[in-house]
């Protein structure tokens, strides 16, 4: 979870105070939130981490929302924050 933590945070400060986007800064991100997400899935599956069955179920169920979401917002961040340099591409 920290790594996830810290790894979402250089994604901030590559966004925002960098200002620049680095090819294996967000193969990183895309590693780290798989990694982290679906550690966290088998964890709740084969009991580690304690839930409700029903949030079980829908891990078991729906395993690929959680990562296709963040994944989808990292995106839209990517493409709000140089929104104008993609207009000069069209």
Do not use: K
Not at 28 to 38: C, V
């Amino acid at each position: 979870m920290l790594g996830v933590g810290f790894c979402m945070w250089l994604m901030s400060q590559a966004l925002y105070e960098i200002g620049a986007l680095c090819l294996w800064c967000s193969l990183a991100w895309a590693a780290t939130i798989a990694m982290f997400w679906y550690t966290t899935a088998h964890n709740l599956r084969h009991g580690v981490l304690r839930a409700p069955d029903a949030l079980v179920a829908g891990v078991r169920e729906f395993h690929w929302v959680v990562p296709v979401t963040w994944y989808l917002s990292i995106v839209m961040l990517i493409a709000t924050r140089w929104w104008a340099y993609w207009q000069t591409l069209l």
